[in-house]
């Protein structure tokens, strides 16, 4: 009974999201104010739906209810409960519900957050969350339904949720990641019904920010929390494979990064207005491609499920109305909306500028190389695929570049700058980041390898700059400290999410050139050695889990000879599916990781044993978490709390 | 030309610039790092190139699995049903990895057409069939356990 109360209240969520579409839009055309109050009530309604559907879904789980399908096939009654629950999203059609269910969220979250905003753009921009809801509630009725019955064999146990997604990870990460996935819908409704309305003013951008810094720094976790999984929960202890998968998250990061900073040229400045909306088009176009690209099975990755071909095709064709019917009404209207000053070269605006741009080239380049072997195929050239060297070769010169442009950019005024006032704040920095970071790069390690040097002199260039920047900031305070507490707190967020960029790029600059990785057949009192660790391999013995049993090996670790840590890597076995797990060990320090994992068994006690040094892993992840932070910061400014009076307009 | 539109022009081909180089990069890098699939079959007959960068794939023939005692080289046979390629690995193998099932490597072709494979690809699902190997065996006209169609 419970299933079908799901099913049920999907069908209702869609009626909710096709009124929704429809209602509000033809009462913003016609200015009729009874039609467009429809939109409040109807949002509310469709959240209320969706909420319903995946607690039945839930219920279902924590049930062990096999006579559903999804549920028969995604879990087990020997799975712990929280895994029942998160299992609910542990398989395409779970993973499309949630989905939805976080659009009808954000779609709640604009109606109740929405009371200064004029009416007829609430109410286009609800009608444009309505018709994505549409095309995605009936994606998942037509193609993925969770809640098919298998009434006539109705399996007495389930087939498990596959063992990589037993993990803390998979709770946690494609919620967040979803969050920010959808969370950019919201910018794309507030671009399409800026140009429905051919307004576009500071209220419309004070409104759009907060909503797109939250939609991003939920991406900027989601996509930390996959690389972090990845790194212990795939057992290798890779973090960032240049996976199609992973770049369909990362284009729309990408995009969204550009859409953050044109954001905000647009608000204080009123430029760049008709970019500003055509970012966020495509930031959102990128997060429908994520989801293709992830939903369709048309690539060759860890993601893909399960393939199936009218469902790739139903997302395929959702994609080209809202990219070719949002470009087509950019194209119409985007003339309307002009910007209102101009401004110097030597300026934040062209430096924001130049960010764009190559954040814009770095997303192409790795769009191109995702899609480039999908369309060979479909073509019939063959198949192929192309490897991280490309895109390494590719998104590590831009990048740097990027870093050293973000170290004058901050330093920047809006408008125009001095030229000479700029160059002597840049120049003993500029100086000083050489000396500092090729000092730091040589006390970390003697072989000075070149791109890693340079990541370390840019980081100090950017610290720096940072530091030179808050300062003046208070300059002509009394009290330094009084003054820099009382900045706002989009400053600090500024500060922050720079300051994560820096320390994220670090950590990849040190862990990608000077990790150490060993793989090695190693018989119980073997000793390896590794950077400054030795490893004593002990043997290993079997141990059993909750739903599995494993071999459990023990290996001393010693750093310097002193006693450092006793590891145990477990090979794990999963009965109802039959497969096999790595569960690495992982010693993690603030300054290096040390990794150890189980290969397989060989003959005479032997076993395949990888060991791993990697220094500074942790800052990529936390580099992530500073920008995550950031973002959410942004929102609580003052000057986003938006009052029913008329907003001040400030330059 | 006033300074205005000088500076527009500086911008514009500043953007003109960085286009053209990153236009330039990715058809380099592009061509340097494709990496195209073979099957067994076409391999036998000499398609593939020999020091190579390429990805080959098949399925694992049973009872063809060979370690080396004493280190983590391995040996093994991949086959599309109508002809076998022997792979040679040294290292780690992914947890799915087994006989009879679907595998996709990476590494070169040498001289003495032996695939010389510097990793071997893990999938997250033991039903999961690699899409190249599908399709070699689609023309083939096998299934995935070695019956003709």
């Known amino acids: ?181 959808v969370g950019f819908s919201v910018a794309f409704a507030f671009a399409i019904a800026a140009l429905l309305s051919g307004k576009l003013d500071v209220a419309w951008s004070r409104w759009t920010r907060p909503w797109t810094n939250l939609a991003w720094a939920f991406l900027t976790i989601g996509i930390t929390l996959g690389s972090w999984w990845a790194y212990y929960e795939l057992g290798w202890g890779g973090w960032w494979f240049w996976d199609p998968v992973e770049n369909a998250s990362f284009m729309p990061w990408l995009m969204g990064t550009a859409l953050v900073h044109s954001l905000a040229v647009t608000e204080k400045r009123g430029l760049f ?133 973000m170290g004058i950019g901050i330093l920047l005024r809006w408008k125009k700058s001095s030229p000479r006032k700029l160059l002597k704040q840049l120049l003993p920095s500029f100086f000083l980041a050489i000396a500092v970071g090729i000092s730091a790069a040589y006390l970390f390690n003697q072989e000075l390898a070149f791109k890693a040097t340079l990541a370390l002199v840019l980081a100090f260039w950017v610290v720096f700059s940072l530091i030179l920047d808050a300062f003046s900031k208070v300059s002509n305070k ?37 990790s150490e990785e060993r793989d090695i057949r190693m018989v119980p009192g073997d000793i390896v050695t590794l950077a400054e660790y030795s490893f004593e391999f002990q043997g290993a013995e079997k141990i059993s889990g909750p739903n599995y049993s494993a071999d459990m090996g023990t290996i001393e670790v010693l750093k310097n000879n002193q006693f450092f840590a006793t590891m145990h890597p477990e090979k794990r076995f999963y009965p109802a599916r039959g497969s096999m797990m790595t569960e690495a060990d992982i010693n993690a320090g603030l300054f290096a990781d040390v990794f150890v994992a189980l290969g397989e068994p060989l003959a005479d006690g032997a076993w395949a044993v990888r060991l791993q040094y990697k220094p500074f892993m942790r800052w990529v992840w936390f580099g992530g978490v500073l920008m995550m932070f950031a973002g959410m910061l942004t929102v609580f400014d003052r000057r986003y709390k938006i009052r029913k009076s008329a907003l001040p307009v400030t330059a | 030309m006033t300074p205005k539109r000088k500076q527009r022009l500086i911008l514009v081909l500043f953007v003109v610039f960085g286009a053209a180089i990153a236009v330039a990069l990715t058809v380099y890098a592009l061509s340097q790092n494709i990496n195209l699939f073979f099957s067994p079959q076409q391999i036998a007959n000499g398609e593939a190139p020999v020091g190579t960068r390429i990805r080959a794939g098949g399925m694992v023939v049973d009872g063809s699995v060979k370690r080396d005692p004493n280190s983590l080289k391995i040996e093994f046979a991949i086959t599309d049903y109508l002809q076998t390629v022997i792979v040679n690995y040294e290292g780690i193998l992914p947890d799915l990895f087994r006989e009879g099932q679907g595998i996709v490597a990476q590494g070169e072709m040498d001289q003495n057409g032996v695939f010389q494979a510097v990793e071997v690809l893990a999938k997250h699902d033991e039903k999961y069939m690699p899409p190249e190997v599908q399709d070699a065996l689609d023309k083939t006209g096998y299934d995935q356990e070695g019956n003709k169609q």
């Not at chain 1, 009729?32 to 789980?61: D, E, G, R, V, W």
């Open chain 1, 273 to 405: 207005k008709s970019w500003t909306l055509l970012l966020a088009i495509f930031t959102f176009s990128l997060s429908l491609l994520g989801t293709f690209l992830v939903r369709s099975g048309v690539l060759t990755s860890v993601h893909s499920f399960a393939a199936d071909p009218e469902r790739g095709l139903f997302i395929l064709v959702l994609l080209a109305i809202t990219v070719g019917g949002s470009l087509l009404l950019y194209a119409i209207k985007a003339y309307d909306v002009k910007s209102e000053s101009n401004f110097e070269l030597l300026s934040r605006e062209t430096l924001i500028l130049i960010n764009n741009v190559v954040l814009v080239i770095i997303c192409s380049m790795v769009l191109i190389g995702t899609l480039y072997p999908l369309i060979i195929d479909a073509l019939g050239g063959g198949k192929m695929s192309v490897g991280p060297p490309y895109f390494n070769l590719l998104f590590v010169p831009f990048s740097l570049l990027l870093a050293f442009f």
């Open chain 1, 478 to 514: 009394a009290d330094k400290l009084v003054g820099l507490s009382k900045l706002s707190p989009s400053y600090w967020a500024m500060q922050i999410a720079h300051l994560g960029v820096v320390v994220t790029m670090v950590g990849v600059a040190l862990v990608a050139t000077y």
């Open chain 1, 1 to 181: 009974m419970i299933p079908e109360l799901g099913q049920y209240s999907l069908i209702l969520a869609m009626i909710m999201a096709a009124f929704l579409a429809v209602i509000p839009m033809v009462g913003a055309s016609k200015g009729s104010l009874f039609l467009m109050s429809f939109a409040k009530p109807l949002a509310k309604s469709l959240f209320l739906f969706m909420l319903i559907s995946i607690f039945c879904l839930a219920y279902a789980f924590a049930t062990d209810d096999f006579s559903v399908k999804y549920v028969a096939g995604n879990s087990n009654s020997a799975l712990p409960v929280y895994y029942k629950l998160s299992a609910v999203w542990g398989g395409h059609e779970g993973s499309l519900l949630l989905w939805v269910f976080i659009l009808s969220g954000w779609i709640f979250a604009v109606a109740i957050k929405s009371d200064g905003l004029p009416t007829d753009i609430m109410a286009r921009v609800l009608a444009v969350l309505g018709m994505v809801g549409v095309g995605f509630i009936s994606f998942t009725l037509i193609t993925s339904s969770p809640f098919e019955r298998l009434l006539v064999n109705t399996p007495l146990e389930g087939a498990d949720l596959n063992p990589l997604l037993q993990d803390i990870g998979l709770i946690i990460h494609p919620p967040l990641l979803y969050m920010g996935y």
